[in-house]
């Protein structure tokens, strides 16, 4: 399902030796060169800054290190899962999860699920919610995932090429640290974000958050905006660990256990739901049509 060399080019780069590397897997340090040497060829570029001091990952290195791990674990199961279908006429539903996108929503209606579709089962698969990976996940709906719930728009769709079930509106919270000033509010108001930086996703992410930014920036100049590309926990742990304000929505509350996210005085919701192929499987056009029921 993918290359091998992967797996000696992860070993070498965690090693930072050809030699202590093949000495680990058990063969040749020639042997273990000619695998590393093949997979740049293949590649058509370097992946390692040699040197009489030894061996470091250079910049398309880094790159490659960093999607190997998901690509080698993305295609193990694939594999796992292709087999248990092969074995099993179980009407499956895998539902993607990561820390920004948990599947409480699953929980929450399990019940009435169950009652009207007894045969629906549901298996939980989790990924790293990196923005490369949200988006191979997303614009490959119903392959290794069938569904996955969170915050969305309309460019966000048609960007990704696929299609949703609205469940609910969300309003944007604001999350601070425990020990930020604003912790023992248990409301916010845009004056109490006067003097603060509040960190929102780029322009374009999402309408509403244009639209609350825009507000801002016309209305509110003593708040200070700070982008950033996508939700991930780096951007919580920044938040965290500094005394900026991000905004959040209330399925994220056990995304960071020192964290507090808060109401805020405003009027700006997003669309939250399942994000699924534009043509579903049977089994998932069943849970959305039994979701039209519920809710």
């Known amino acids: 399902m993918y290359n091998h060399q992967l797996d000696a080019f992860i070993r070498v780069a965690d090693c930072g030796s050809f030699s202590k590397a093949a000495e680990e897997m058990y063969i040749s340090s020639p042997a273990l060169i000619k695998q590393i040497n093949q997979l740049e060829d293949n590649l058509g570029f370097t992946l390692f800054e040699r040197n009489h001091r030894g061996i470091k990952l250079n910049a398309a290195g880094k790159s490659l290190y960093r999607d190997a791990k998901y690509i080698i674990q993305y295609s193990k199961d694939s594999v796992a899962r292709a087999a248990k279908a092969a074995d099993s006429l179980e009407s499956v539903i895998r539902i993607g999860t990561s820390i920004m996108t948990p599947p409480q929503f699953i929980l929450n209606l399990w019940s009435e699920i169950y009652k009207r579709q007894p045969d629906l089962k549901f298996q939980l698969v989790s990924f790293e919610n990196s923005p490369e990976n949200a988006r191979e996940i997303l614009t490959h709906l119903g392959r290794n995932i069938d569904i996955v719930a969170g915050i969305y728009d309309n460019n966000m769709l048609e960007t990704n090429k696929c299609a949703a079930f609205d469940l609910k509106r969300v309003p944007i919270r604001c999350a601070v640290s425990l020990t930020h000033r604003l912790a023992k509010n248990d409301k916010l108001t845009f004056k109490d974000l006067h003097g603060e930086t509040l960190m929102l996703t780029r322009r374009h992410w999402n309408e509403t958050v244009d639209r609350l930014r825009e507000d801002i920036e016309a209305n509110h100049p003593d708040i200070n905006i700070d982008d950033f590309y996508s939700f991930t926990v780096d951007v919580f742990n920044r938040c965290e660990n500094g005394s900026n304000v991000l905004m959040a929505i209330d399925e994220w509350t056990n995304v960071h256990p020192l964290m507090k996210i808060i109401p805020v005085e405003w ?29």
């Not at 699924?276 to 809710?295: C, F, G, M, N």
């Open 267 to 295: 009027d700006y919701e997003m669309t939250y739901g399942i994000m699924h192929s534009p043509e579903p499987s049977e089994q998932v056009q069943r849970l959305i049509d039994t979701l039209k029921e519920i809710l």
